[in-house]
């Protein structure tokens, strides 16, 4: 066990709001063992980014980790060869250029429709009615599961996210997990026979035709499926409700003096989706006088890294005037998220612009509050809005 010093933690107060215990951790003991999970959390942004790319010592592998056990083993799990085999079998899927020229008028279609059915309403929750249902529909093409209902995709993937972050063992919330991974598999098999007749731009049908292991394809499903949907998602919702309680950041849009993209980039550096990622330390290391022992379990946390004082004045504040793009909410390494290009234009050219084009008068409901709540994964959970209603 590495000599790192321990401090502890609420888990409580840790998932209600992570970001008071990770300051105190990147001024008092940045690289810090915490009981509670088990692990030795990074918490500063320039060490997060020079050791996920020591992948010899902070390896991605893991075979005793919870995505390995309750998903396979997929490319988030593998490192060299290995991961860069499974990331070019599904580059066609996911490269900029299908984004741009395949998906993107996809992510149109889909969000005009949910736009035109809200609109006559006057008032929803739009986290589920747009956020979830949204992304839930563009991981239908993307992962070629088009026989799921987005409502379908969003379960499996929560049950997938609760599952891998179950570091406290609740026996449930792994029942509901391997539940969710195997109405994936099942949905596999129904579209196998439909994609091989029919290929498309599809993971599925991309690498089906790469000619990748059945494990391989199933697990790297499951994996598009359990960040592909949760990200997106919390990053709609979350970026639609940062614009509507910080007005003067808003404005900034209204006036042109900040695009969408610096609103998604802000959003995702000041609340980033996925929060943390974990590593196994493959041989003995040390960082910081904190000397490390192979088979230890670390976080990089990339929610603390994206508030680092070093990096951003005021970090815990939302400012579109900042720089934000250097941010880490999609890694800092070889394992850099593999959907960002997808994930930047559902939510900075679709989802934010179309909704405040259709709402142009959208508010936050003042009679229900908005909660959020997440470390390794966090997010708003509700956004109850009004507008006027359209015919």
Known sequence: MSNAPEMSVD????????????????TEAPIAF?????????TKRDDIVVCE?????????????????????????KDGENHLAERKAIFP???????????????????????????????????HSYAMRLSGEALKHITGLTNFHWQEMDSCSQGMIDGIANYIGDK??????????????AAIDDMIPVLKKTPDYSMLSVMLEAGLPMDSVRANIKLTISGGQNEPRDAIAGAIWALLVHPDQFDRVKN?????????DEY???????????????????????????????FFMFGSAN?????????????????????????????????????????????LPRIFERLPDLALDPDEPVRLGGWAFRGVLNLPCTWQKQA
């Not at 902070?58 to 083993?73: A, D, I, K, N, R």
């Not at 004082?309 to 400012?319: I, L």
């Open 256 to 264: 042109g003096e900040a695009t969408w993209a610096q609103a998604f």
């Open 53 to 77: 790319k020591q992948i010899d010592i902070f390896s991605s592998y893991q075979p005793q980790g919870l995505m390995s056990v309750l998903m396979g083993e997929n490319l988030m799990r």
């Open 93 to 127: 899927t996911i490269s900029p250029r299908t984004v741009r020229e395949h998906w993107r008028s996809l992510f149109e279609a889909d969000a005009a429709q949910i736009l035109d059915e809200l609109a006559p309403e006057g008032r929803s929750d739009l986290f």
């Open 307 to 351: 508030r680092d004082e070093d990096h951003y004045v005021d970090g815990d504040r939302f400012d579109m005037a900042r720089d934000a793009s250097k941010h880490i909410a999609f890694g800092a390494g070889p394992h850099f998220c593999a959907g960002a290009a997808a994930s930047k234009s559902l939510i900075a050219e679709v989802a």
């Open 268 to 298: 995702v550096r000041w609340i980033s989706p996925i929060g943390m990622s974990p590593r196994r330390v493959a041989r003995a290391h040390s960082v910081r006088d904190v000397a490390f022992e192979p088979e230890e379990r670390i």
């Open 34 to 42: 915490v009981p509670e999970l088990g692990a030795t959390l990074f």
């Open 11 to 26: 888990m409580a107060a840790f998932w209600q709001d992570p970001y008071p215990d990770l300051a105190r951790m990147r």
């Open 172 to 185: 449930e919330v792994e029942a509901r997990c391997h539940k969710a991974t195997a109405r994936i598999d």
